[in-house]
């Protein structure tokens, strides 16, 4: 069956309890992907101490931030691998094997010995764990990236992409924040060094059996029944024909998205999931650490701002998200581009300057809204870009390319800056200049809203 047979038969029906849980599903799973991201994230001072040692503190935190970026490196393969099962299998089955996955690998990273007990082995075992879980992590977006927005009506979908993309990681930095408050409170000072890592990466097990918990009784989308019910309709009626006549070959998900029809799209879409993925890593993702290494904020005070953050980061990515349904993918993406380009740079260069806790807070906040509302509709106009049967595989690997180079640059910051003092500016400077993509990118794309449903419509770009 071709990419293109796919409007031969109805939508199967879908009550409102499968929208709702397919909803929840999808932002469940990515919130529980990237709350054991952010576990590493909220340690980094202390792994960067304990992994990769240096008498530079810049270069010992510019290691963790490269062990982070490895994990992204490995999610293009993880979303080619699943999002091809997706596609051909459904959607469920590869996001419960791929949360779970998360979670285990999460788990063993707090079994890890330390440089100090065996040597230059420890970060070794590090960065291959590192690479395992970036494999899952991929998987994880080829999935939940998808089902969600099948399955709602199309003028919540702009909605449910925010809450998904955006929300799904406010609610999983949420977590993190938590478990990090919880943790500095059970293991205060240096016993935090010991144990309190170590009890945060365990909490990862805890992902994989609530992931396993509630996708186990999802439904899959009704696109893609839709699809699987066509190309059992189309194998029965050939069957009963008893047709000789030579069958027209199927290419697999991943050969047909990198077919001419498909591949310019794919690297149209990378301008935007560059320029959003480089923003998001460069404000929520690096603030956990700006606020210890630059401005020195009490490991309370700290929790405490970034849980406002991830609030914030829900509301303004199903915002910015539902705006999309109103004004168009394209407008909100040029518009929210425009508010980033002068905004992101703006704070990082503010944030050094608050004389209290609640003005950094202030600042925190907005950057962090601002950071993530931009690359709120990605997710629906990703699912848009690509036709049932490769939808999975396109949305994933547009994602995690785009998310993969941009999760680098916290890496590149820290080795850029020479001294923490350094660390606004260079983070103004690189926030501005992914704008910039991130732009390009808003004016080339084209409007995709409403597309979704259109079984095979090429849209180029």
């Known amino acids: 069956m071709s990419v293109a047979a796919q409007n031969g038969a109805a939508v199967p029906a879908i009550d409102q309890r499968q929208v709702m849980g397919a909803v929840f599903a999808s932002c469940l799973g990515w919130a529980l992907d990237l709350f054991d991201l952010f576990v590493l994230l909220y340690v980094a001072p202390v792994v960067?101490?304990?992994?990769?040692?240096?008498?530079?503190?810049?270069?010992?935190?510019?290691?963790?931030?490269?062990?982070?970026?490895?994990?992204?490196?490995?999610?293009?393969?993880?979303?080619?691998?699943?999002?091809?099962?997706?596609?051909?299998?459904?959607?469920?089955?590869?996001?419960?094997?791929?949360?779970?996955?998360?979670?285990?690998?999460?788990?063993?990273?707090?079994?890890?010995?330390?440089?100090?007990?065996?040597?230059?082995?420890?970060?070794?075992?590090?960065?291959?764990?590192r690479l395992v879980q970036g494999v899952f992590v991929g998987g994880v977006v080829a999935s939940t990236h998808t089902i969600g927005t099948e399955s709602v009506a199309p003028k919540y979908r702009g909605a449910v992409s925010g809450l998904i993309g955006g929300g799904g990681a406010g609610m999983g930095a949420l977590l993190a924040s938590l478990t990090f408050l919880l943790m500095s409170s059970l293991f205060p000072g240096d016993a935090f060094e010991v144990w309190g890592w170590r009890c945060m990466f365990f909490t990862g097990i805890i992902s994989s059996v609530l992931g396993l918990f509630v996708f186990n009784s999802l439904e899959e989308s009704p696109l893609w029944r839709k699809l699987a019910a066509e190309k059992a309709a189309k194998a029965a009626k050939a069957a009963v024909e008893q047709r000789n006549a030579p069958v027209e070959i199927v290419r697999s998900p991943l050969r047909t998205l990198f077919s001419r029809d498909y591949r310019s799209i794919l690297f149209v879409n990378l301008l935007l999931t560059i320029g959003g993925g480089s923003g998001y890593y460069l404000t929520s993702g690096y603030l956990p650490t700006f606020l210890k290494v630059v401005s020195h904020a009490p490991n309370g005070a700290a929790a405490a701002i970034l849980m406002i953050c991830s609030i914030a980061v829900v509301i303004a990515s199903v915002a910015a998200g539902h705006l999309s349904t109103f004004i168009g993918r394209k407008t909100a993406f040029v518009w929210l581009g425009l508010i980033r380009l002068v905004a992101l740079p703006g704070l990082f260069l503010l944030l050094p300057t608050a004389q209290n806790i609640t003005t950094l807070g202030i600042y925190a906040v907005l950057l962090s809204a601002l950071g993530s509302a931009g690359y709120a509709p990605i997710l629906i106009f990703l699912n848009e870009r690509f036709p049932t049967a490769i939808r999975a595989t396109g949305t994933g690997l547009s994602w995690n390319i785009g998310f993969a180079i941009g999760?680098?640059?916290?890496?590149?910051?820290?080795?850029?800056?020479?001294?923490?003092?350094?660390?606004?500016?260079?983070?103004?400077?690189?926030?501005?200049?992914?704008?910039?993509?991130?732009?390009?990118?808003?004016?080339?794309?084209?409007?995709?809203?409403?597309?979704?449903?259109?079984?095979?419509?090429?849209?180029?770009?």
């Open 407 to 461: 999760g680098m640059m916290p890496t590149v910051v820290s080795l850029v800056a020479k001294e923490t003092s350094q660390l606004p500016v260079m983070l103004a400077i690189f926030v501005g200049a992914i704008s910039v993509i991130f732009l390009i990118g808003a004016f080339i794309v084209p409007e995709t809203r409403g597309r979704l449903d259109q079984p095979a419509a090429r849209n180029d770009g």
């Open 48 to 129: 960067g101490r304990l992994f990769f040692p240096s008498d530079h503190a810049m270069l010992s935190l510019a290691a963790v931030y490269a062990s982070f970026a490895v994990t992204l490196l490995m999610r293009p393969l993880g979303s080619a691998l699943f999002g091809s099962y997706a596609d051909r299998h459904g959607r469920k089955g590869a996001m419960i094997f791929a949360v779970v996955g998360v979670g285990i690998s999460t788990a063993t990273f707090g079994l890890l010995p330390t440089v100090h007990q065996i040597g230059l082995a420890a970060p070794v075992v590090f960065l291959l764990l």
